[in-house]
């Protein structure tokens, strides 16, 4: 069980799979027992977006503080915190953080 930081990429290995965050966007899922990747070549996912007025806004940039991964959304000025824990077989993903809260409707999870 290990999390690791490249510049602007971060790893996270648990017992049977590894996920790959570049930027905000999930470009691996690996099963590291088959070694089967799940995220079709060239392509990438937001590891979460928002929702408002109806349209969903990408992040723009990310720091990452172990646990503690912190997207940001310029386009619409908000900021995101998710904390990243590591539970052996899977990871969780909480949202611990949203400002300004009161203008996103919703958020929508990645791939």
Do not use: H, R
């Not at 690791?4 to 905000?24: E, F, H, N, P, Y």
């Not at 909480?94 to 203008?103: D, N």
């Not at 996103?104 to 990645?110: E, L, M, Q």
Request: aromatic fraction near 8%; glycine fraction near 6%.
């Amino acid at each position: 069980m290990m999390f690791s930081v490249i510049t602007a990429q971060t790893t996270l290995q648990m017992d049977q799979s590894k996920i790959v965050i570049q930027d905000g966007y999930i470009t691996s899922i690996i099963d590291l027992k088959t070694k089967m990747e799940y995220m079709p070549s060239g392509q990438t996912a937001p590891l979460m977006q928002v929702k408002i007025a109806g349209k969903l806004y990408q992040p723009s940039s990310v720091t990452w503080k172990t646990p503690v991964l912190t997207l940001t959304y310029q386009e619409v000025k908000v900021t995101a915190k998710v904390n990243i824990t590591n539970k052996g077989k899977y990871c969780v993903f909480e949202l611990t953080g949203l400002t300004p809260k009161a203008t996103v409707d919703a958020v929508v999870w990645g791939p």
